[in-house]
Nanobody, 125 residues
Framework: VQLQASGGGFAQPGGSLRLSCAVSGFTLDRPAVGWFRQAPGKEREGVSCLSTLNDITHYADSVKGRFTISRDRSKNTVYLQMNNLRPEDTAVYYC???????????????????WGQGTQVTVSS
């Protein structure tokens, strides 16, 4: 099982970025997948998660209405579209999955079974 994150970078406040997570070793038709982030001096938090079984999503309150998680089964890739970025969104972002269940809520609030490497997102003027 591998998860390969990409797409991080620099954005100004109000800008947009899209993160991608290419997965291998499993298909996006049952597990829960999602994105976590960790800012300096803070704990890692679940930002956005998706059940690939029933398309139910879960978002942290801090990103609702600004971030959108999606997946492309044909490309085995999970995306995080981040709009209206704020300086407090600055963090290392990680894609993750839990192959043992399909609950997006449980993934974002629990412990993934598999992690990808992080990608840095910096929002600054």
């Amino acid at each position: 099982v591998q998860l390969q994150a990409s797409g991080g970078g620099f954005a100004q406040p109000g800008g947009s970025l899209r993160l991608s997570c290419a997965v291998s070793g499993f298909t996006l038709d049952r597990p829960a997948v999602g994105w976590f982030r960790q800012a300096p001096g803070k704990e890692r938090e679940g930002v956005s998660c998706l059940s690939t079984l029933n398309d139910i999503t879960h978002y942290a309150d801090s990103v609702k209405g600004r971030f959108t998680i999606s997946r492309d089964r044909s490309k085995n890739t999970v995306y995080l579209q981040m709009n209206n970025l704020r300086p407090e969104d600055t963090a290392v972002y990680y894609c993750a999955a839990n192959l043992g269940h399909s609950s997006s809520y449980a993934l974002c609030n629990g412990h993934p079974s598999d992690w990808g490497q992080g990608t840095q997102v910096t929002v600054s003027s």
